[in-house]
T-cell receptor, first 112, second 113 residues
Framework: EDKVVQSPLSLVVHEGDTVTLNCSYE??????LLWYKQEKKAPTFLFML????IEKKSGRLSSILDKKELSSILNITATQTGDSAIYLC????????????FGGGTRLMVKP | ETGVTQSPTHLIKTRGQQVTLRCSSQ?????VSWYQQALGQGPQFIFQ???????GRGNFPPRFSGLQFPNYSSELNVNALELDDSALYLC????????????FGPGTRLTVL
C-alpha cells in the first residue's frame, strides 16, 4: 500500500523565520511528488517534482526531491502571516487515474 | 477562484441515508477526481472520471459511486451513510489525467449524525 508521511504535524514560527517541511514516501510506480497549500478548503498547487532531482522555486518557496531517500522538503524563507496554512504533500503513481496519495499535512502557523 | 464549483457547501445527514454531491468542472476540463478529507487528515482519492467513464478508483467501498455527465460535470453518491463518512469532499477537474493539472473546488462539508 502506498504511503506518504509528513513531518512535523504542526509548526508555529514568527514572521521572518525560515521553515522546512518534510515529506517521505513509499509508492509503487512513482511518477511525481506534488506540494499543495490548503488555507480554507481547496488545496492550491505549489510544485511538482520528479526523479530528475531538479529544485523548484517560486518566490520565497522552494522544494526538492531526493529520490534515493524517497523524500522531499519544502522550504519557506522569510515567512509571513499569509503563509499560515496546511501544507500537503502528495505522490502521483503511474496507474489508472494517476492516483494521488496524500500525506496528513503539516499545519503551519506564522505569528506576527 | 479555480472555476470549479461544488454544491452544496454544507450538508447534514443521518446514518443510513443517501447523499448526492455535485461538481461543475472548469470550462474545457474533461476529467474529474473526487477526494475525501477527514478532519485533520490529508485527502484520500475516491475515484476519477474521464469522458463519462470511471478511470481509476481508490480504496472505497461500492456504496461510493459516481457519474460524469456529457458536459463533464460530476456527481458523487454515497449510500447507507456511516458516521465515518463525515468529511470534506473535494472534487478536482483537469483537461488531462495528470495530477498537477488538477484544480480543486471549495468542497462540500458532510456531517453524518
Amino acid at each position: 500500500e502506498d504511503k506518504v508521511v509528513q513531518s512535523p504535524l504542526s509548526l508555529v514560527v514568527h514572521e521572518g523565520d525560515t521553515v522546512t517541511l518534510n515529506c517521505s514516501y513509499e509508492v509503487t510506480n512513482f511518477r511525481s511528488l506534488l506540494w499543495y497549500k490548503q488555507e480554507k478548503k481547496a488545496p492550491t498547487f505549489l510544485f511538482m517534482l520528479t526523479s530528475s532531482g531538479i529544485e523548484k522555486k517560486s518566490g520565497r518557496l522552494s522544494s526538492i526531491l531526493d529520490k534515493k531517500e524517497l523524500s522531499s522538503i519544502l522550504n519557506i524563507t522569510a515567512t509571513q502571516t499569509g503563509d499560515s496554512a496546511i501544507y500537503l504533500c502528495a505522490v502521483e503513481a503511474i496507474s489508472a487515474g494517476n492516483m494521488l496519495t496524500f500525506g496528513g499535512g503539516t499545519r503551519l502557523m506564522v505569528k506576527p | 477562484e479555480t472555476g470549479v464549483t461544488q454544491s452544496p457547501t454544507h450538508l447534514i445527514k443521518t446514518r443510513g441515508q443517501q447523499v448526492t454531491l455535485r461538481c461543475s468542472s472548469q470550462s474545457g476540463h474533461n476529467t474529474v477526481s473526487w477526494y475525501q478529507q477527514a478532519l485533520g487528515q490529508g485527502p484520500q482519492f475516491i475515484f476519477q472520471y474521464y469522458r463519462e467513464e470511471e478511470n481509476g478508483r481508490g480504496n472505497f467501498p461500492p456504496r461510493f459511486s459516481g457519474l460524469q455527465f456529457p458536459n463533464y460535470s460530476s456527481e458523487l453518491n454515497v449510500n447507507a451513510l456511516e458516521l465515518d463518512d463525515s468529511a470534506l469532499y473535494l472534487c478536482a477537474s483537469s483537461l488531462g489525467d495528470r495530477a498537477y493539472e488538477q484544480f480543486f473546488g471549495p468542497g462540500t462539508r458532510l456531517t453524518v449524525l
